[in-house]
């Protein structure tokens, strides 16, 4: 059972031994989100299911009539521009492709490892320990002789997937706001350091970050080969972060809780607990004029 990463050939092993497994490409682009689609139906690893950002794995209600914001469908687990489905919709999801409780589920996207992030998580929260993201991507997948095939799969039989205790932990926007100077909350934001500095906003109504929060990018966490950097690297850049903070009172952040993901699993590849997810980040807070800003 592969529960963080997955290697190419690890992969194709599983393949090779006819394991039940299921591939899922998450790939997806935030300033054209019908690009991801378009580049799966190019090409994909054979048999992959393509997992929507904004469709399978968000829960966008209608616009906010005012703003054409996105608003969370009520009953979404989340607030933000990604608003997390309710467990139970997720879980249909999965039933609908044909994901089954006894499957290893692999997922990648070709954006390093930005968006597949967020099915691992989405698959550990529902329950489900066996869950890796594939180290690398799709471009690893093909530099070690991977297949790949082009158009779109057949439809998988429906299977009926079970929920789970959560194996990882949501935090609220509440939970968050309460946190701020009364207890020990750490909070690290995935975003750029323009962003994070609030010298550029392209996405959200305002600029800034959430007072107190570290800035760790996610792109920090993997290397110049594509692939997450080792274990002990990850582990020495996260305690110079951390400065002393208990790792425990970690909670990740980004713009609307996709890319704070990869920094929770490259903790969790560094040998540290499991920690929170803000899943409605920057967008849920920065929507609420209550609440407070902090620049540079």
């Known amino acids: 059972m592969y529960t963080t990463l997955i290697s190419a050939g690890q992969l194709m092993a599983l393949q090779a031994a006819k394991a039940r497994l299921m591939v899922f490409d998450c790939s997806f682009d935030l300033m054209d989100p019908t690009l991801g689609e378009k580049q799966y139906l190019q090409s994909h690893i054979p048999a992959a299911v393509f997992a929507d950002l904004d469709h399978a794995l968000s829960d966008k209600g209608t616009p906010d009539p005012k703003t054409g914001a996105p608003q969370a469908h009520q009953g979404a687990a989340s607030g933000g521009r990604h608003p997390l489905p309710s467990r139970e919709k997720f879980a249909m999801w999965l039933s609908g492709v044909g994901f089954a409780n006894d499957m290893q589920a692999v997922a990648y996207d070709r954006n390093g490892a930005n968006y597949c992030g967020r099915l691992w998580w989405m698959l550990k ?131 609307s809780g996709v890319s704070a993901v990869p920094n929770l699993l490259a903790m969790e590849l560094a040998g540290y607990p499991p920690t929170a997810l803000f899943a409605g980040s920057w967008s849920e807070w920065s929507r609420n004029p209550k609440l407070p800003v902090e620049k540079g």
Do not use: M, Y
């Open 125 to 255: 929260w529902a329950g489900h320990e066996a869950v890796a993201v594939l180290d690398g991507g799709l471009q690893a997948w093909q530099a070690a002789g991977g297949e790949v095939r082009s158009g779109p799969e057949p439809s998988h039989f429906q299977s009926n997937f079970a929920l789970g205790e959560p194996l990882r932990r949501l935090a609220t926007l509440e939970e968050v706001a309460a946190g701020l100077g009364r207890s020990p909350q750490t909070l690290v934001d995935a975003r750029a350091p323009q962003r994070f500095r609030g010298e550029v906003e392209p996405l959200d109504p305002v600029a800034g970050h959430i007072p107190g929060a570290l800035n760790r990018p996610f792109a920090q966490n993997i290397g110049a080969d594509g692939r997450f950097k080792p274990p002990q690297q990850l582990r020495a850049e996260f305690e110079q972060l951390l400065d002393g903070r208990d790792p425990a009172t970690v909670i990740h952040q980004c713009g």
